[in-house]
C-alpha cells in the first residue's frame, strides 16, 4: 500500500490537527480509547492527513514481549522430564503460566476429572 501525504505537508497536519482537537472539545464528542476508534471516528477528507497518520499509528505493532514471553514460558514447561506430554495438556499449561490472572478452583478441575472416567488415580470430591 502506499501512502502519499500532501503537497502541502506539515502545515496542512497541523492545521488539521488544530481543527481535530477542537472536534473533541465539544461536549457530544466522545474521546476514542484507541487509534483504530479514533480512524473511525476521522473523516477521511477532512482530516486527510490525521488519517493517514492514524491509518499508519494503527497497524504498527506495539511490542513482540508477548510472543517472547510464550516461547520463554514453553521452554520451561517443555523440560526433558515433561517431553512426552500431550500438546492439549502442554497448552493447557502454558495458558495457566501466561495467563495468572485467572484464578482456577482446584474442586472445579478434580470434579471434571471424576467425571471423565476411571483414572489410575482416584480423585475424593
Not at 497541523?14 to 466522545?30: G, I, M, R, T
Request: with cysteine; net charge positive.
Amino acid at each position: 500500500m502506499i501512502i502519499i501525504i500532501p503537497e502541502n505537508g506539515v502545515n496542512a497536519a497541523v492545521a488539521e490537527f488544530d481543527l481535530w482537537y477542537q472536534k473533541f472539545q465539544c461536549p457530544n464528542h466522545s474521546l476514542p480509547h484507541n487509534a483504530i476508534d479514533a480512524l473511525n471516528l476521522c473523516n477521511d477528507t477532512l482530516f486527510e492527513t490525521i488519517f493517514i497518520l492514524l491509518k499508519i499509528f494503527s497497524t504498527l505493532p506495539v511490542s513482540t514481549s508477548t510472543t517472547e514471553r510464550s516461547f520463554s514460558i514453553l521452554r520451561r514447561i517443555k523440560t526433558y522430564l515433561r517431553n512426552t506430554m500431550s500438546q492439549n495438556r502442554l497448552n493447557g499449561l502454558a495458558m495457566l503460566h501466561i495467563h495468572r490472572e485467572i484464578d482456577v478452583q482446584t474442586s472445579e478441575v478434580l470434579s471434571v476429572l471424576g467425571k471423565k472416567g476411571p483414572r489410575r488415580l482416584n480423585f475424593i470430591i
